[in-house]
């Protein structure tokens, strides 16, 4: 069974910094594109980026460009997500998610529960 | 970048009913790739639906995925609604970065 366990939320101050993690289990984590995925309170869903399975490839969405870092550890099977220069839009709930793909995310076939980002002072 | 519209944004039905949610792309999706999802509050999403037509892993036949020819419209129905049914949809296009979502469909109980 697919299991993604996201950690490592909490409140940070505007400016802030944050490192998210998710750990993996039940598929080939190296055999897996991964991604983030947030919802903001009451709002729909958004794609923030991605990771090929070798870690050579990364996607991020403009709306993160420079201040968003993904990263994955295959021998731990741990998906990382370095949150820099945080404002108030990036609260939100952060979904870790696989893909069958290797070097390009697809679908997202299996999410954690998500773990929650509150940037306020 | 592929802009995905839903309609419509709430569908009140009962339980028993079926549902037809709609799902517009911008551009064509090119080879279908496109999924849907449901969201229950306070839940991840659930891939139902991928590459249009094809249901995921144990996902009852009561949910159906198509496309029309042009690779821009997509429907989701879902017959004989069950209480679990209730919860908002989300399709997301996956042929070209960034991978986006539509803005959903709640299907409330009416």
């Known amino acids: 069974e697919v299991q993604l366990v996201e950690s490592g939320g909490g409140l940070v101050q505007p400016g802030g910094s944050l490192r998210l993690s998710c750990a993996a289990s039940?598929?080939?984590?190296?055999?897996?594109?991964m991604s983030w995925v947030r919802q903001a309170p009451g709002k729909g869903l958004e794609w923030v980026s991605s990771?090929?399975?070798?870690?050579?490839?990364?996607f991020y969405a403009n709306s993160v460009k420079g201040r968003f870092s993904i990263s994955r550890d295959n021998s731990n099977n741990t998906l990382f997500l370095h949150m820099n220069s945080l404002r108030a839009e990036d609260t939100a709930v952060y979904f870790c998610?696989?893909?069958?793909?290797?070097?390009?995310?697809?679908?997202?076939?299996?999410w954690g529960q998500g773990t929650l980002v509150t940037v306020s002072s | 970048e592929i802009v995905l519209t839903q309609s419509p944004s709430t569908l009140s039905l009962s339980p028993g009913e079926s549902a037809t949610l709609s799902c517009r792309a911008s551009?064509?999706?090119?080879?279908?790739?496109l999924a849907w999802y449901k969201q229950k509050p306070g839940q991840a999403p659930r891939l139902l639906i991928y590459?249009?037509?094809?249901?995921a892993t144990g996902i009852p036949d009561r949910f159906s995925g198509s496309g029309t020819g042009s690779g821009t419209d997509f429907i989701l129905t879902i017959s004989r609604l069950e209480p679990e049914d209730f919860a908002v949809f989300y399709c997301?296009?996956?042929?070209?970065?960034?991978?986006?979502f539509g803005q959903g469909t709640r299907v409330e109980i009416k």
């Open positions: 997301q296009q996956y042929d070209s970065s960034p991978w986006t």
């Open positions: 590459d249009a037509s094809n249901r």
């Open positions: 039940g598929f080939t984590f190296s055999s897996s594109a």
């Open positions: 990771i090929s399975g070798g870690g050579g490839g990364t």
């Open positions: 551009e064509t999706v090119s080879r279908s790739q």
């Open positions: 998610a696989n893909s069958i793909t290797v070097f390009v995310p697809s679908r997202f076939d299996s």
